[in-house]
């Protein structure tokens, strides 16, 4: 695999951040304002893809519970 690099997390808000390398960003294409999918695999990886608008159509976003 290439292009590893460590960060650590950080608070942003009531949430938590991941900051994305410029050098990644740029490899992906994405930059400010880009959507983006991310999730967990069966094996607990954690994987950002980036979303193009011509795929924004397709996409049903989830319905999250946060209340338990």
């Known amino acids: 695999m290439k292009n590893i690099t460590l960060h650590k997390v950080i608070k ?3 949430g938590i951040a991941i900051i994305i390398p410029v050098e990644i960003a740029r490899l ?3 930059q ?3 959507f983006v999918a ?3 695999t069966s094996d607990k990886e954690f994987f950002v893809r980036p979303v193009r608008d011509s795929d924004l159509q397709h996409i049903q976003p989830k ?3 946060y209340n338990g």
Do not use: Q, T, V
Request: glycine letters at 20%; charged letters at 15%; proline letters at 0%.
């Open 63 to 65: 319905i999250l519970n």
């Open 12 to 14: 942003a808000g009531n």
């Open 28 to 30: 992906l294409d994405i």
């Open 32 to 34: 400010r304002g880009s």
């Open 38 to 40: 991310f999730g967990i």
